[in-house]
């Protein structure tokens, strides 16, 4: 896992995240996922689904996750990525 500090966002209009990734797992049992809290980490958010953002989530079926359930297996997970990817989203 990456961990970050914590940012203030509240002065900005449309707030955007930006990462590049390199997606190597089994696809379908491994994978990564991005989520955020706004209450000091005592509870946690995905952030996005498979249809937002740009080159967000690609896989909906992350075995790996726990606990499985349908709103947490979707993710990053890909055994055949070729480079990198540049995945934007939304922070609004």
């Known amino acids: 896992y990456v961990n970050s500090p ?3 966002l509240s002065s ?3 707030p955007l995240i930006s990462l590049q ?3 190597h797992t089994d696809q379908g049992d ?3 996922i991005l ?3 706004t209450d000091g980490g ?3 958010n995905i952030l996005g689904n498979l249809t937002s953002g740009k080159d967000w989530f690609n896989e909906n079926s992350i075995s790996a ?3 499985p359930s349908a709103s947490t297996e979707f993710g990053w997970s890909d055994r055949t990525q070729q480079n990198w990817k540049t995945g934007k989203h939304s922070l609004s």
Do not use: I, R
Request: with cysteine; net charge neutral.
């Open 6 to 8: 914590c940012f203030n």
């Open 12 to 14: 900005f209009t449309k």
């Open 21 to 23: 990734y390199w997606a």
């Open 30 to 32: 491994d994978g990564a």
């Open 35 to 37: 989520q955020f809290s």
């Open 42 to 44: 005592v509870s946690w």
């Open 65 to 67: 996750f726990t606990p």
